[in-house]
């Protein structure tokens, strides 16, 4: 039965890694934990807990607060660039430069 575990692990994450199911399985792929991370984070700047400038934890503290690896975090941040919601300075950190559209006209 082990080897059938083992099997049935490798298929729902080759599954998720394609964007689609196999016969049996759920319905929905299964989503990466950095992608999880990463619509965390998106949700809070988008909400405005993280606002433009802000300072992103590095990716050992950034890990701690949503209990992944560090490498998991990296990952994120790597997502969030790609999303266009923070840049990554050399030296300096990542910081949000996402800006929430304004309601009205100045």
Same mark, same amino acid.
């Given at each position: 039965?082990?080897?059938?575990?083992?099997?049935w692990g490798?298929l729902r994450?080759?599954? =998720?890694?394609?964007?689609?199911?196999?016969?049996?399985?759920?319905?929905?792929?299964?989503?990466?934990?950095?992608? $999880?991370?990463?619509?965390?984070?998106?949700?809070?700047?988008?909400?405005?807990?993280?606002?433009?400038? =802000?300072?992103?934890?590095?990716?050992?503290?950034?890990?701690?607060?949503?209990?992944?690896?560090?490498?998991?975090?990296?990952?994120?941040? $790597?997502?969030?660039?790609?999303?266009?919601?923070?840049?990554?300075? =050399?030296?300096?950190?990542?910081?949000?430069?996402?800006?929430?559209?304004?309601?009205?006209?100045s």
């Amino acid at each position: 039965m082990g080897h059938y575990a083992a099997l049935w692990g490798y298929l729902r994450v080759l599954g =998720a890694s394609v964007g689609r199911t196999f016969r049996g399985m759920e319905e929905e792929p299964i989503e990466f934990v950095y992608v $999880q991370v990463a619509d965390r984070v998106e949700r809070e700047i988008r909400g405005g807990r993280l606002v433009y400038g =802000a300072r992103l934890p590095n990716e050992r503290a950034m890990g701690a607060e949503y209990e992944v690896a560090p490498g998991t975090a990296r990952r994120a941040v $790597q997502e969030l660039r790609e999303r266009g919601l923070v840049k990554t300075l =050399a030296s300096k950190g990542t910081f949000v430069v996402y800006r929430p559209a304004d309601g009205g006209g100045s």
